[in-house]
C-alpha cells in the first residue's frame, strides 16, 4: 500500500513526473504533489463535484481515483482554463452573471461545464440541467450558474 | 475593468473577489502550507454518551511518522473552548466542551485524542489504531425526554430561560379562539462545501502565534485565545484567507482551532488540520433543533390577544462559543412583524448526545417564524379570515415605528424595531407575486386534480447589532486605496461591498481598491462578519473613514486648484472643479505624494492622505421581509416540488443590488433544503444517520427553485448615516413557514405540516392520516 510508483501527470498541457503510493487519491495528488490547488476536495466521497476535473476532455471526480490511475492521461484544471490574460468564456460569465459567492465549487463546476458544452455545444435546457446537478452550491442557490454557463454556451457556439 | 463613471450604492458592479476565484488561485485553508509542517488527525468517539476508561495509544505511536499523540492528560492545563460573551453565561460554564474530551465523550464526534504525524495519510492510519476503551452511559436522544445527566450531580437541562412581557393568563379563557400546535424542527446546519480547516504555526523569533484558517470572527476569536492562552493580543494572530462559505458555523472557536495552536508553540513545528467531510458532520456546529408546544389567542376580528411558546432545544453535547444565544433569539423574534399585547416564552436549554448546537443563518428566526406562521395560518382558517388578510391586521404599523418590545425579565435587551412599512410591503409583495390571479389558477388545477398551493410567512429580521466598528483607508502615492478592516469574507462579496462605499464617498476608482479582512496583526479591532452585521457595522465605518479622507483630499486639492473644497468634486480618483468637469483637476495620487512624510506641502497636517474612523450604535436595524411558495405535492411519492419561490424584503438601502439578491437566492435555497430535504438524524443509541452528503441531502439545482426577488428601500435605518440594513438572513428566514403553508393549501388541510423538514416519508404519513 505504501510501496512508491513512478509515475507521470500531465496536467494542462505539463508534465509532472512524481512519485506516488498507489493510495492516494487523484485529487490529493494533483493538490499536494504537483501543486495545483485549483481543484477542490468538498467531499471526499464523490457527491459534492467540487473536485471536478477533465480527464481525457470527460468530466470525472478527482476524489474518486487514485493519482496512479491517471499515469500517462491528459488533465485538465481550472487553472488551465485561461488563455493567458483571456479567460475562458465560462469564466467570464461566471463573473459577469455573479455565479459565484465563496468560489470553493466553482472550479468543479467549471470544469464540468466545459466537458459537458466541449462535448453537446447545443444542448437542451433538460439535459443540462440534469447535467450540471451533479455538482453541489451551497452559496449561489444556483440560478446565476444556469444563466452564466448558457450564456458562455452562446459565446462558445458563436466562436 | 476600470470604472469610467461615478461608482454609485446599489449598482450591480462586477465582484472584486472574482479573478482568483474562477482561475484556481484562491488561497483556502487546505491551500495553506509551511515548510516542515505536522498534520494533526483528531481520534473521535464513536461512543454517544460514555465514561473513559482507558485511551491506548501505544500501537498508533509505533507507526513511523507518528510524531505525538495527545489525549487530555497532555492539555490538563488547557481550559474548556469559553464563551465569547462570558459574562452572560456564566450558569453555563459546567457545560463547556475541553478540546479533548476529559473524562467522558458526549456525542458521536467528541475529539478523545489529536495524532501529530509527517503526513495526513499516516496520521489516519494511527488514528485506526488507537484504543478507545468505556463504560457506556444512558444516552439522551431528545431535548423533550425526561432529563438525564451531564455529569455527575448535574442535569442536562442547562438553563431554563425565558421572555415576558404583559399577562397571558388572563386571555386563554376568554379569548374568542385559541390556537394550540405541537411543532418541530429538525436539525439543520450550514454544511459549507469547504470543510474546516486550521494551521497553527509558533514564530519563535517574535513568540508569536499564528493561526491560518480563521474565519467569520477571527478578532472575537482572538480575545478569547488571548484568555485561554494566556498570552497578551499581541503575541497571538489570526489570518482569514478565503473562506469556502460561512453561514454561521465556520469560523467559530472549535477544539480543533486551539490544539493546532498548542501543538505548533509545544511541538517547535508547523501543525496543519484540515476536517474531512464525514467529521464535518459530526463535529461542526448544527442547529435548528426545537420542539416548540406553543399557543395564540385571538378575538373574533382575527386581533392577537396573547401568545405563549414553551419549547424543548436540543444543545447537543456541550454549550459552545455563543452560550445561549440561540434560545434567547428564538424567544425575542418570536412576536414577528405583529403586534401582541401579552406574550410568554420559555426555553428549556437542554443537553443531549448529539453534535453541539451553535448559530446557524437565520438562527431561533426560521424556527420563530415556522411556528408563529403556523399558527396565523391555522387561525385564519378556524376564523373564516382570508390568510393575507389576519396577518395585515396584526401588523406593526408605520406609525408605530420605532416599536419597541420590553421584557419583563430584569437585563433583557429591549429591542427596537427602528423602521419600516411592513403593509407597504405586503402591498407590494401581493401584486408582483400576483397572488389574486395565482389564487383562481391553483383553484382551477386543484379541480383537475393537482395537489398544488400556496403560502406565506411574514417576518421580522435583526441586523447590524453593535456596538462598534472601524476602518483606516490610505490611498498611496500611486493611486492605490487600501481599506483596512476587522470584517470578514466568507464568500458575501464582502470586499466588494466595502470598495463600493470607498469609491462611493470617496470618488475613488473602484478597481484601484484593495479590501482587507480577518488580519489580526493589521488592525487591532474588528466585529467580524456574523448577525448580518459586515454591511452595517463595517460598511458604516468604511464610509465614515472614506468621507475623512476625502475631506483631507479636497483640503489639499483646494490649495492646489485655487478653490475652496466645497465647490470640488471627485470622480474616478480625479478632484476637480464642480462646474468645470474639463478644467484642471489632480489625482488622489499626486495629493498622497503632497501629504507624504517630510513633504514640504504638509503645512500643518498630519503625513499621509489616510484617516481612520468608527462607527458606534446601542441599536440594531431591523429589516423585514414576507416570503411566498409555490408547491406541488406528488400523492404518489410524497415528493414536494417548490414551482415558485418568491422573497420580498426591506433592507432600508442596497450597497450592491447583484449582491443583495445573491444572499437572498441562495439562503431561500438552503431554506428549502432545510424545509424539505435536510436533517441530522440520529439512531436510538445516539448514533449519528447522516455522515456523508448522500444521506445529508443539500438541495442540488434540479430542486432548487426560481426564486423572484422584490427588494424595497422603503424603510431606511436611522441607526447608520446609510440606512443600511442586513441582507444576509432575509432570505431563509421565512421559507419553512411560507412552504408549510402551501404544503397545507396543496392538500386542502390547514395545520398538516407539523415538522421540518417534510421529507417524502413524512409528506406521505401526512397524506396517510388524512386518509
Known amino acids: 500500500m505504501t510501496q512508491k510508483h513512478d509515475i507521470t501527470l500531465d496536467i494542462n498541457g505539463k508534465k509532472y513526473e512524481i512519485t506516488v ?69 465560462l469564466q467570464q460569465a461566471f463573473t459577469d452573471h455573479h455565479a459565484l459567492q465563496c468560489g470553493y465549487c466553482t472550479p468543479g463546476f467549471l470544469m464540468l461545464a466545459v466537458g459537458i458544452l466541449e462535448k453537446d455545444p447545443d444542448i437542451s435546457h433538460d439535459d443540462l440541467i440534469s447535467a450540471l446537478s451533479s455538482n453541489l452550491c451551497r452559496c449561489t442557490g444556483y440560478a446565476n450558474i444556469i444563466t452564466a454557463v448558457k450564456a458562455a454556451a452562446e459565446q462558445m457556439r458563436a466562436g | 475593468m476600470a470604472s469610467k463613471t461615478k461608482v454609485i450604492l446599489g449598482e450591480r458592479l462586477r465582484r472584486l473577489e472574482d479573478p482568483p476565484l474562477i482561475t484556481g488561485q484562491g488561497r483556502f485553508a487546505d491551500d495553506i502550507n509551511f515548510p516542515h509542517q505536522l498534520h494533526m488527525r483528531i481520534v473521535r468517539s464513536p461512543y454517544a454518551h460514555a465514561e473513559i476508561k482507558s485511551i491506548n495509544t501505544g500501537r498508533a505511536s509505533k507507526i513511523p511518522g507518528v510524531v505525538a499523540i495527545w489525549t487530555y492528560d497532555d492539555i490538563q492545563n488547557l481550559g474548556p473552548i469559553d464563551f465569547r460573551a462570558d459574562k452572560s453565561a456564566e450558569e453555563l460554564k459546567a457545560f463547556r466542551q475541553f478540546c479533548l474530551a476529559k473524562s467522558r465523550v458526549r456525542y458521536v464526534g467528541d475529539p478523545v485524542a489529536a495524532i501529530f504525524a509527517e503526513d495526513p495519510y499516516i496520521a489516519e492510519d494511527a488514528a485506526d489504531l488507537i484504543e478507545l476503551d ?232 426560521f424556527e420563530s417564524t415556522f411556528v408563529r406562521e403556523r399558527i396565523m395560518d391555522i387561525a385564519a382558517e378556524k376564523l373564516g379570515i382570508d390568510r393575507v388578510e389576519i396577518r395585515r391586521r396584526n401588523l406593526v404599523g408605520v406609525d408605530d415605528m420605532p416599536f419597541k418590545i420590553r421584557f419583563d425579565e430584569p437585563g433583557l435587551e429591549t429591542l427596537v424595531f427602528d423602521s419600516g412599512d411592513y403593509e407597504s410591503l405586503l402591498d407590494k409583495a401581493l401584486v408582483h407575486f400576483k397572488w389574486d390571479e395565482l389564487q383562481a389558477e391553483l383553484n382551477d388545477r386543484r379541480a383537475g386534480g393537482e395537489l398544488v ?90 464610509n465614515i473613514t472614506a468621507l475623512k479622507v476625502r475631506e483631507k483630499a479636497l483640503d489639499v486639492a483646494a490649495e492646489l486648484l485655487q478653490t475652496t473644497a466645497d465647490r470640488l468634486n471627485i470622480e474616478n480618483s480625479e478632484v476637480f472643479i464642480s462646474d468645470n468637469r474639463n478644467g484642471p483637476s489632480v489625482s488622489l495620487a499626486e495629493i498622497s505624494e503632497r501629504l507624504a512624510p517630510g513633504s514640504k ?137 411560507a412552504i408549510a403553508g402551501a404544503i397545507d393549501d396543496a392538500i386542502g388541510q390547514v395545520g398538516a405540516v407539523t415538522e421540518l423538514p417534510v421529507t417524502p416519508q413524512r409528506m406521505r404519513e401526512i397524506l396517510n392520516r388524512a386518509g
Open chain 2, 134 to 365: 468505556v463504560n457506556q452511559l444512558p444516552v439522551i436522544s431528545d431535548a423533550d425526554q425526561e432529563p438525564g445527566e451531564f455529569d455527575e450531580g448535574l442535569g442536562s437541562e442547562a438553563a431554563l430561560l425565558t421572555h415576558t412581557f404583559g399577562d397571558v393568563s388572563s386571555v386563554w379563557e376568554s379569548a374568542y379562539l385559541v390556537v394550540d400546535v405541537d411543532l418541530r424542527t429538525g436539525r439543520h446546519s450550514g454544511v459549507p462545501l469547504e470543510t474546516r480547516g486550521a494551521i497553527g504555526v509558533h514564530n519563535k523569533a517574535t513568540d508569536t502565534l499564528e493561526l491560518y484558517g480563521a474565519a467569520k470572527i477571527p478578532h472575537r476569536n482572538r480575545d478569547t485565545l488571548v484568555r485561554m492562552l494566556s498570552r497578551p493580543p499581541a503575541r497571538i494572530h489570526l489570518h482569514e484567507g478565503h473562506t469556502g462559505g460561512g453561514f454561521g458555523i465556520r469560523g467559530e472557536l472549535y477544539p480543533e482551532d486551539v490544539l493546532v495552536l498548542v501543538a505548533a508553540e509545544r511541538l517547535g513545528r508547523p501543525v496543519k488540520w484540515i476536517e474531512d467531510r464525514q467529521e464535518h458532520m459530526m463535529a461542526a456546529n448544527q442547529g435548528r433543533n426545537q420542539h416548540h408546544l406553543a399557543r395564540m389567542a385571538f378575538d373574533q376580528d382575527g386581533q392577537i390577544l396573547a401568545m405563549a411558546d414553551e419549547f424543548w432545544h436540543d444543545q447537543g453535547g456541550y454549550v459552545r462559543t455563543h452560550g445561549a444565544n440561540v434560545p434567547n433569539r428564538t424567544m425575542c423574534m418570536l412576536t414577528g412583524a405583529y403586534k401582541i399585547p401579552a406574550f410568554q416564552a420559555k426555553c428549556h436549554f437542554r443537553l443531549t448526545n448529539k453534535t453541539p448546537a451553535a448559530t446557524y443563518r437565520a438562527p431561533g428566526r
Open chain 2, 453 to 542: 398551493g400556496c403560502g406565506l410567512g411574514v417576518f421580522v429580521e435583526e441586523s447590524g447589532k453593535g456596538p462598534v466598528d472601524g476602518a483606516r483607508i490610505t490611498v498611496d502615492t500611486n493611486g492605490d486605496v487600501e481599506v483596512l478592516t476587522g470584517g470578514a469574507s466568507l464568500g458575501q462579496g464582502f470586499e466588494t461591498t466595502m470598495a463600493q462605499i470607498t469609491a462611493a464617498a470617496l470618488g475613488a476608482d473602484y478597481s484601484k481598491i484593495t479590501v482587507i479582512h480577518g488580519q489580526t496583526d493589521r488592525i487591532p479591532y474588528g466585529i467580524g462578519a456574523h448577525a448580518a452585521r459586515a454591511t452595517v457595522m463595517t460598511g458604516s465605518a468604511v
Open chain 1, 21 to 89: 503510493e498507489p493510495r492516494r487519491t487523484l485529487v490529493d495528488v494533483i493538490r499536494d504533489q504537483c501543486g495545483q490547488t485549483g481543484t477542490h476536495a468538498g467531499c471526499h466521497h464523490g457527491v459534492c463535484g467540487a473536485c471536478t476535473i477533465l480527464l481525457d476532455d470527460e468530466p470525472v471526480r478527482a476524489c474518486l481515483m487514485f493519482g496512479i490511475q491517471a499515469d500517462g492521461k491528459k488533465i485538465r484544471t481550472v487553472e488551465g482554463l485561461a488563455d493567458g490574460d483571456k479567460l475562458h468564456p
Open chain 2, 601 to 737: 506641502h504638509l503645512g500643518g497636517r498630519e503625513p499621509n492622505l489616510s484617516a481612520e474612523g468608527f462607527h458606534n450604535t446601542k441599536e440594531s436595524a431591523f429589516p423585514y421581509g414576507i416570503h411566498f411558495a409555490v408547491a406541488k405535492v406528488d400523492a404518489e411519492t410524497g415528493h414536494i416540488n417548490v414551482e415558485r419561490f418568491m422573497v420580498a424584503y426591506d433592507v432600508g438601502r442596497a450597497v450592491n443590488h447583484m449582491l443583495l439578491e445573491g444572499q437572498l437566492v441562495g439562503g431561500c435555497v438552503q431554506g428549502v433544503g432545510g424545509a424539505l430535504f435536510e436533517e441530522f438524524s440520529y439512531s436510538e443509541a445516539g448514533e449519528p444517520l447522516a455522515v456523508t452528503l448522500a444521506d445529508y441531502l443539500l438541495p442540488s439545482m434540479d430542486c432548487a427553485p426560481a426564486v423572484e426577488c422584490l427588494v424595497t428601500e422603503d424603510a431606511p435605518s436611522p441607526t447608520n448615516e446609510l440606512g443600511i440594513k442586513g441582507g444576509g438572513e432575509g432570505g431563509i428566514n421565512g421559507v419553512g413557514a
